[in-house]
C-alpha cells in the first residue's frame, strides 16, 4: 500500500474487481485504486493525488 495512494500489485495474472469481474494484468506491476475515486477503476489514475482527505 502506498501511502494516501493506490495499492502496487507484483506477479498477478488477474484483478477481480467489487463487483466480481475479472480484469487480466498486462504488466509485472499494476497500481489498483485504493481511494475509490479513481475513472478507471479498478486500476489507479491519480485522482488521489487531488482529491481532499477527511
Same mark, same amino acid.
Given at each position: 500500500?502506498?501511502? &494516501? *495512494? %493506490?495499492?502496487? $500489485?507484483? *506477479?498477478? +495474472? /488477474?484483478?477481480? =474487481?467489487? +463487483? *466480481? $469481474? @475479472?480484469? %487480466? $494484468? /498486462?504488466? %509485472?506491476?499494476?497500481? $489498483?485504486?485504493? #481511494? =475509490?475515486? @479513481? @475513472?478507471?477503476?479498478?486500476? #489507479? =489514475? *491519480? /485522482?488521489?493525488?487531488?482529491?481532499?482527505? &477527511?
Amino acid at each position: 500500500m502506498c501511502p &494516501g *495512494g %493506490p495499492l502496487l $500489485v507484483r *506477479g498477478a +495474472e /488477474t484483478i477481480l =474487481d467489487a +463487483e *466480481g $469481474v @475479472s480484469h %487480466p $494484468v /498486462t504488466r %509485472p506491476v499494476v497500481a $489498483v485504486c485504493a #481511494c =475509490d475515486k @479513481s @475513472s478507471r477503476k479498478p486500476w #489507479c =489514475d *491519480g /485522482t488521489h493525488k487531488v482529491v481532499r482527505r &477527511g
